[in-house]
């Protein structure tokens, strides 16, 4: 049974940063392709960045390029994203997945940029 458990969001001020983790489990994980997607109220779900399978790849939504860094540990089966310089528009529930054929949602981590 594939899993997928988002943590590390919150509420942080314009400029801030926060780290996303995301612990997966349930499929080969050093197989895919992983990526972070979020969506924000009233939005439908983006992609925000993927990496591949061996960590040396990576791609990313032109609002959050030079500001969020995406990365993976095989050895534990997680993914994180780091985010800096956060925006009030980078508001959203953010979730991880595969990023080709993605599996079932988890719940996702709420994360909100405001003063």
């Known amino acids: 049974q594939v899993q997928l458990v988002e943590s590390g969001g919150g509420l942080v001020q314009p400029g801030g940063s926060l780290t996303l983790s995301c612990a997966a489990s349930?499929?080969?994980?050093?197989?895919?392709?992983m990526a972070w997607y979020r969506q924000a109220p009233g939005k439908q779900r983006e992609l925000v960045a993927h990496?591949?399978?061996?960590?040396?790849?990576?791609t990313y939504i032109s609002s959050v390029k030079g500001r969020f860094g995406i990365s993976r540990d095989n050895a534990k089966n997680t993914v994180h994203l780091q985010m800096n310089s956060l925006k009030p528009d980078d508001t959203a529930v953010y979730y991880c997945?595969?990023?080709?054929?993605?599996?079932?949602w988890g719940q996702g981590t709420q994360v909100t940029v405001s003063s």
């Open positions: 990496i591949t399978t061996g960590g040396n790849s990576y």
């Open positions: 349930g499929f080969t994980f050093s197989l895919a392709t």
């Open positions: 997945n595969t990023r080709y054929s993605p599996y079932g």
